[in-house]
């Protein structure tokens, strides 16, 4: 370093000259990303398509109300389109208030800089560009620098590449050519796990990394969901049905009409023009009526019922679900990329094992608790400094060893902080155990194992120790290096009482093993078994990580991912590798795909572009920094409870439980809620489909549909909210985990729900229209036939909706009906209520009192829906049973 740049280091920035930088570079704060307000996100539920047909259907049905001068069809129509808005604006908007709770940031730090010449501390958002930091063991990085001295620095990058400790030096023999970022650059958002640092700011705010994946995290990727899309197939298949029905319907009358009552007087210039004009407007008040009629007004409010308890329902299982159609694009789900770091892994280093030199433990104890720099905080469950170390106190503290005891036991003489030159730490101690002063080393084991009684002997002889011993070192510190955990040696020497030099000391070798220590950042316990469920369920899993290669392959391995023998080196691949294929490569290669180490923030975004761009329904997991702009691209982000800021504004749901099982929970409830949104539209349509058949066969007969307009509420009711409230609250079925995921294309009303809507929905119109006949014949409708027409119609729907309840499977209606509460609860709702209408409504609904006798009738002759239902299902169970 010059002259001049040592003494600029001394001087720093004045007050002018940060004035004039944050003016040219800006303050050092993170744009916050833009929140809709709540007229917008209420405005948002309007882009359903579902919804925007309603409000076409309730502008063409207050046409007809204004003419008719009967509003209650279309009061109706806009409470369901208010309902479900409603229902899922306040769901919505409450899921952003508990995640901004949790969400919540702690007051600005303020940081060490170093202005006209003083030391002093400013918050960190007034940090500007050239501004020279101190940062010690502990302090966040408050913004992106170039280091100008260092001190055995070591810096936790996890939150950008997955890396735990990652050593950071200004000289250029250090430097590490693969590693994500320069080694000699510290990035905003990383903490110094040990060491000191001074550091020129060289970006602030949004012009640091951070800055940028954080920016890239609020793009708005303009990514259907697939619910969606099947929602916007299955509104353009209603609407092109109900226009084109009611345009034949409207075209065939009118010219009917015109063709009889033309040739017959004159029409024009007499008052029989009004009667043309009447018979024409009456064509078209029956024509909206169909159109009316073949919309699903209970579409909208069944899914968002759907979303909104299953919102809840996740959120018992610690999926706080942010981004309400999320629910049912988790059961979609084809690939997951997960990070590794605190996602697979606890993200805390732990001594899996320890090779004891002695039984005695107390000297070892010892080395381990003197030889450090890292403390344990008051509940010994966590430390402050290098994870390593913390990991070796933990041990220790896990055998019932108190480290400060021991600590305060030992007096400190002199002190050889760890370096990457000599890959060791050393520190003299008066030993308590040994009643004498002692150096204590650990460090790299092909180091240290070198200055064992003698440094040129590698395989030498250590006091207490055999050929045997040494050679059982070495074959356990191979395996371990094999499996991608760090290694670490202790070791110590007696010293004479003038002894202080801890260099000398060591290099002179002599030093006589204490323990061989395995240290890794452990599988969280319930990953394995969630993995193998996913891939049982169809679902891929990549791993991506900013890790290296070894340690990748070995999670992968632990996971029970990737397997010895059959994955080979195209599974694996590095992001600088993977960054320059050229995505026709690249889409070739992310087919085979497992693992991708030393990633970087928008190699994970392309991957999950590339992805999709195959048809893939991605799910991206992460905790870091370095995952949110795949959290944001992914059709759905999970981010952990306790990930960064940054990557919980990206997601879609946070798991607060940081658990991959979650995520298996999560895919279940969505694949159930999909089937249960599948066994509405079955049984919406059917109703549909027959009431549609029902006005135009009736019309062609002369005949319209004997129903009135509050009778036609009652039945939008029932198949509206109480069979949306029914069918939304059916539980998960973990069965739907042994299925394979949804071929992305696959419209919503597949081969099976039009058998049923079709054959069901035949069935209703036979029945219904043979009623009417039979009436006509009998002497004419009279209230008392009217009333039977209505009961047996609703109780056709009653029956249904048990045979939709059992949709994708072949069990009985009434199997674990006991466990679906919603079911019968609405059951008991449709058939009291219709039994209150009846005998108590008169007038206002067009009805008289029934006998026990004709509810016993119409009971039984309805209810042959369901038996034959049933017979299909059994005679399915017989057919399976054969086949197994």
């Not at 958002?125 to 170039?146: Q, S």
């Not at 080694?183 to 110094?192: A, Q």
Request: glycine share 8%; net charge neutral.
């Amino acid at each position: 370093m010059s002259t001049k740049e040592t003494d600029w280091l001394s001087v720093g920035l004045n007050d002018r000259q940060v004035e004039e930088r944050r003016a040219r570079h800006g303050s050092n704060e993170l744009t916050p990303p833009k929140r809709p307000s709540m007229w917008r996100l209420y405005l948002e539920k309007f882009q359903d398509p579902v919804i925007r047909i309603l409000l076409v259907a309730a502008l063409l049905s207050f046409v007809v109300a204004f003419v008719e001068n009967e509003f209650a069809e279309t009061i109706g129509i806009v409470c369901a389109i208010l309902l479900a808005t409603g229902i899922g604006f306040y769901f919505e908007y409450d899921a952003a208030r508990k995640f901004d709770v949790l969400n919540a940031l702690g007051s600005e730090a303020f940081v060490r800089v170093v202005r006209n010449g003083q030391v002093c501390e400013v918050p960190r958002k007034e940090l500007v560009v050239g501004d020279i930091i101190m940062l010690e063991t502990g302090d966040e990085i408050p913004a992106d620098a170039e280091l100008l001295k260092a001190e055995s620095l070591q810096v936790n990058e996890s939150n950008l590449t997955g890396e735990p400790v990652t050593r950071k030096s200004t000289s250029h023999s250090d430097f590490d050519k693969n590693a994500p970022y320069a080694t000699n650059r510290l990035m905003r958002g990383t903490t110094i796990v040990e060491g000191s640092a001074t550091a020129r700011v060289i970006a602030v705010g949004d012009h640091t990394e951070i800055g940028q994946v954080a920016r890239e995290a609020t793009v708005l990727t303009g990514e259907k969901t697939p619910l969606n899309k099947q929602l916007d197939r299955l509104a353009g298949f209603i609407s092109k049905i109900g226009y084109t029905v009611a345009f034949l319907t409207f075209t065939i009358f009118t010219v009917h009409g015109l063709m009889e009552y033309v040739p017959k007087v004159d029409v024009w210039g007499s008052e029989n023009y009004w009667h043309v004009f009447g018979m024409v407007l009456n064509n078209f008040m029956m024509a909206v009526t169909l159109i009316v009629m073949a919309v699903p007004e209970g579409l909208p409010m069944a899914v968002t019922l759907s979303l909104a308890l299953n919102m809840r329902r996740m959120l018992k299982t610690n999926n706080l679900v942010r981004k309400m159609h999320a629910c049912e694009t988790m059961g979609a789900i084809t690939v997951i990329c997960t990070d590794k770091t605190g996602t697979l892994t606890q993200n805390r280093m732990t001594v899996s094992q320890m090779l004891m030199q002695d039984e005695d433990s107390a000297l070892l104890d010892e080395a381990i608790a003197c030889n450090t720099t890292a403390f344990l905080n008051e509940s010994r469950t966590e430390g402050l400094g290098n994870p390593t170390e913390v990991a070796l106190l933990l041990w220790m503290q896990g055998r019932g060893s108190d480290y400060m005891k021991v600590r305060q036991g030992a007096e400190e003489v002199a002190r050889l902080p760890f370096s990457s030159e000599r890959k060791y730490m050393a520190t003299i101690v008066d030993s308590s155990v040994l009643g004498r002063k002692v150096v204590y080393v650990k460090g790299a084991p092909e180091i240290v194992l070198g200055l064992c009684r003698g440094g040129s002997d590698v395989l030498g002889l250590c006091r207490g120790g055999s050929e045997e011993q040494i050679a059982g070192y070495h074959a356990r510190l191979k395996d371990w290096q094999m499996h991608a955990q760090r290694t670490m040696l202790l070791a110590y020497k007696e010293v004479a009482d003038t002894d202080a030099d801890c260099a000398a000391l060591v290099q002179s070798g002599g030093l006589t093993l204490l323990g061989l220590a395995a240290i890794s950042d452990p599988v969280r316990p319930e990953v394995p078994q969630a993995v193998e469920n996913c891939l049982k369920a169809g679902v891929q899993i990549k791993v991506v990580t900013g890790d290296s290669t070894g340690t990748a392959v070995e999670i992968a391995r632990q996971i029970g991912l990737w397997k010895e023998g059959d994955d080979e080196k195209k599974n694996c691949m590095r992001g600088v590798d993977f960054a320059a294929l050229s995505d026709e490569e690249a889409l070739q290669r992310i087919k085979d795909l497992k693992v991708m180490s030393r990633a970087r923030p928008l190699d994970k975004q392309r991957l999950v572009k590339l992805l999709q761009t195959e048809g893939e329904v991605v799910a991206v997991t992460g905790d870091g920094t370095n995952d949110a702009p795949a959290l944001n691209f992914a059709q759905v982000g999970l981010s952990m409870g306790s990930g960064t800021s940054v990557a919980k504004e990206a997601s879609d749901i946070t798991l607060l439980d940081d658990s991959f099982r979650s995520i298996v929970t999560a895919v279940m409830w969505g694949r159930s809620l999909y089937k249960n949104i599948q066994r509405f539209v079955m049984f919406q349509l059917t109703i549909n489909f027959t009431a549609l058949l029902v006005v135009l066969i009736g019309a062609f007969m002369g005949t319209t549909l004997p129903l009135t307009v509050t009778q036609m509420l009652w039945v939008n009711i029932i198949m509206d909210t109480f069979a949306a409230l029914a069918l939304a609250s059916l539980p998960a079925d973990p069965n739907v985990m042994n299925e394979k995921p949804r071929p992305v294309g696959q419209f919503i009303i597949t081969r099976p729900i039009w058998t049923s809507i079709l054959g069901y929905g035949t069935a209703f119109v036979v029945f219904l229209l043979a009623m009417l006949l039979r009436i006509e014949i009998t002497g004419g409708m009279d209230v008392y036939d009217l009333t039977l027409f209505f009961t047996f119609f609703v109780l056709l729907q009653f029956w249904n909706l048990l045979n939709a309840k059992t949709y994708s499977t072949t069990d009985a209606a009434f199997k674990h009906l006991s466990r679906c509460a919603g079911v019968l609860t609405v059951l008991c709702l449709i058939l009291c209520g219709q039994w209150l209408i009846v005998q108590f409504g008169g007038p206002v609904f067009r009805t008289v009192p029934l006998a026990a006798r004709d509810w016993g009738i119409l009971l039984a002759v309805s209810s042959l829906v369901l038996w034959v239902g049933e017979a299909g299902r059994l005679f399915k169970r017989l057919c399976r049973k054969k086949a197994e």
